[in-house]
């Protein structure tokens, strides 16, 4: 059955003031003048996305917002930049609608020289395949889908969450009680049968009617591993 919800805005963002205009947004940019401002020394890229999306691939030099949420990145952005106002500003994301908000949010706050990614990484990544353009996005872009990670670049400039070992591939464990997003490297997914430890794969091993008891009641939340915060959850690991 499909569900229509309405919302307010696509993306919760906590802007109250009443002078804040989305119309006064930062400029687009194509791939080719990304990379152009990109090589320039008063440039500073910021990275609008989650910090596991960060994680597993960004652009030469971005900025990561170590934030949870949009609502908290934006002023959070502001004020890691502060320093800066005068420099040339480029803000991305995946498909380029929360850096559009944050660059009209960044005028705001008195940057003046904004710019974002026009389509985000999604369309830069195509604009440089086809017109053979040199690639300033590292490692892989995570999509919001089952794959979970659409591979830009060979680099992997991640490590898997439970050895260290360099890995970039996101899974949620097979726990349905735990069901935790994380960086897992196919060793560890073989020896933990694609759990986030050795807790988890008991509980999977067990009969379904024991795990359904197990899960009666259980909030499990946005249950997301967040090494940027280091919240590592003793059990993550060998």
């Known amino acids: ?64 917002i170590p934030s949870d949420t949009f609502r908290e990145q934006l002023p959070m952005a502001a004020e890691m930049l502060s320093e800066h106002k ?18 009209a949010y960044m005028k705001h706050r008195g940057f003046k020289n904004v710019f974002h990614l026009e389509g985000g990484i999604i369309h830069y990544a195509n604009n440089v395949k086809a017109s053979q ?6 490692g892989k872009n995570f999509v919001f889908d089952d794959r979970l990670g659409e591979r830009i670049t060979e680099e992997i400039i991640a490590r898997c969450h439970q050895c260290g070992l360099p890995a970039d591939t996101h899974t949620n464990c097979k726990n349905e ?26 509980v999977i091993n067990m009969p379904e009617e024991v795990q359904k008891e197990l899960r009666k009641g259980q909030d499990k ?18």
């Open 86 to 103: 005068e420099k040339n500003i480029i803000m991305y994301c995946t498909g380029g609608i929360r850096c559009e908000k944050a660059s």
């Open 221 to 238: 939340g946005k249950m997301i591993f967040n090494k940027s915060k280091q919240r590592l959850r003793p059990h993550l690991r060998h």
């Open 1 to 64: 059955m499909l569900k229509i919800k309405v919302r307010d805005k696509i993306v919760a963002d906590g802007i109250s003031d009443p002078s804040f205009d989305m119309r006064n947004k930062g400029r687009y940019v194509t791939a080719t003048e990304f990379n152009s401002l990109a090589a320039e020394p008063d440039t500073v890229i910021v990275d609008m996305r989650n910090h596991y999306e960060y994680e597993v691939g960004h652009f030469q030099n971005a900025i990561e």
């Open 133 to 138: 353009l040199p690639n300033k996005f590292k």
């Open 177 to 202: 009680a735990c069901h935790l997003l994380f960086i897992q490297c196919e060793h560890c997914a073989t020896q933990f049968q694609g759990c986030c430890s050795a807790s988890c794969q008991e």
